[in-house]
Nanobody
Framework: QVQLVESGGGLVQAGGSLRLSCAAS????????MGWYCQAPGKQRELVAT???????NYGDSVKGRFTISRDNAKNTVYLQMNSLKPEDTNVYYC?????????WGRGTQVTVSS
């Protein structure tokens, strides 16, 4: 099985930056796509950014030009660099990874952006 653990969330002022990390561990043969999603209370989970094993990326409209997703395949880790943060970015951010036909999810990390 694959376990995902997010880190790097916290409280930051508007205009600031955060860097989220998600490390995969456990029984891993190959990890294909990895990504970040957010989910506010009472709302459905939404795309933030995804990255393929080859490095192709996709971003949600609200974060284009501000966030950057990257990965280190040797470390089985995906990152999300979050710049120019806005109060509306406040959310719980979840890491995902696809491996062996199964999608795995982390437990989430809280990001709060104050005005």
């Amino acid at each position: 099985q694959v376990q995902l653990v997010e880190s790097g969330g916290g409280l930051v002022q508007a205009g600031g930056s955060l860097r989220l990390s998600c490390a995969a561990s456990g029984i891993i043969f190959r990890i294909n796509d990895m990504g970040w999603y957010c989910q506010a209370p009472g709302k459905q989970r939404e795309l933030v950014a995804t990255i393929t094993s080859g490095g192709s990326t996709n971003y949600g409209d609200s974060v284009k030009g501000r966030f950057t997703i990257s990965r280190d395949n040797a470390k089985n880790t995906v990152y999300l660099q979050m710049n120019s943060l806005k109060p509306e970015d406040t959310n719980v951010y979840y890491c995902s990874a696809h491996s062996g036909g199964i999608t795995y999810w982390g437990r989430g990390t809280q990001v709060t952006v104050s005005s």
